[in-house]
């Protein structure tokens, strides 16, 4: 035991010191969706100091910042369709659990530029990356299937990465502008921010902000999970009204 305890110990030791500390901002933690509601803008700003306790009075870069923004998780399927004598159908499908709604990266440089390929699939910053878990249909399979749901969620405006989305304003003040678009999912959200140096993380910082529904969409959204039955009569009671007025208005 001594001699582990002592190894550990040694290696501690030989760690840099983390001296940098992170301090940040987001301009909104809470996003309201109304009739009206057609995208957000977001701004997230920061600063690089020395960490509380240190002997220094400045902090040396050169700094990247790299911030992931994520949404509610869900279970997403991704099927294939085929054309089977004339008629499309799903033939095949792979199921991710726990796969993020929303997913956008800003950076403030190229991602490979900024670190290693296994740093930015380890810390879940590529889109690819949250692919890459175990799954009953195989390793190849899910990377085939995982990346065309990547590809459709990018389309849909929901998966994307800004490569050069962050500004430095100073040295190590830095400042980032994201877009909500206007199907972002509602739910909460996470803001990572990592600050990189020599390719290494040497600080991070999470922030939450909340997206939801309010007024009639949110009465709405809830009458449609939680009184299923009812909100689907109602919607065939409105269907069937719409016809005969509009019937009635055509035929005068």
Request: charged share 15%; with cysteine.
């Amino acid at each position: 035991m001594k001699w582990w305890l002592a190894l550990v110990m040694a290696l501690l030791l030989g760690m840099p010191a983390q001296a940098e500390r992170l301090v940040s901002q987001l301009s909104n933690d809470n996003i309201e969706i109304t009739s009206s509601f057609d995208g957000e803008r977001m701004n997230f700003f920061g600063t690089i100091m020395p960490d509380a306790g240190s002997d220094q009075k400045f902090v040396t870069g050169p700094f990247h910042v790299v911030v992931v923004v994520l949404g509610p998780t869900q279970n997403r399927v991704a099927r294939q369709k085929t054309n089977n004598f004339g008629v499309w159908l799903n033939t095949d499908q792979v199921e991710f659990d726990n796969f993020p709604s929303y997913f956008h990266v800003l950076s403030s440089a190229r991602l490979r530029d900024i670190t290693d390929i296994t740093t930015l699939t380890t810390e879940y910053i590529l889109p690819e990356a949250h692919t890459l878990v175990a799954n009953d249909a195989g390793w190849w399979k899910t990377a085939v299937f995982g990346r065309e749901l990547v590809r459709l969620m990018t389309e849909q405006g929901l998966f994307g990465v800004n490569e050069g989305g962050v500004n430095f304003l100073s040295d190590n003040f830095y400042s980032a502008r994201l877009t909500l678009p206007s199907n972002a999912p509602p739910g909460p959200y996470i803001a990572l921010t990592y600050v990189f140096k020599d390719g290494q993380v040497i600080a991070r910082k999470s922030e939450g902000f909340a997206v939801r529904k309010i007024g009639f969409e949110r009465f709405l959204a809830l009458s449609a999970v939680q009184q299923p039955l009812l909100y689907g009569l109602v919607c065939v009671v409105l269907a069937l009204f719409t016809g005969w007025l509009g019937g009635v208005l055509f035929k005068r």
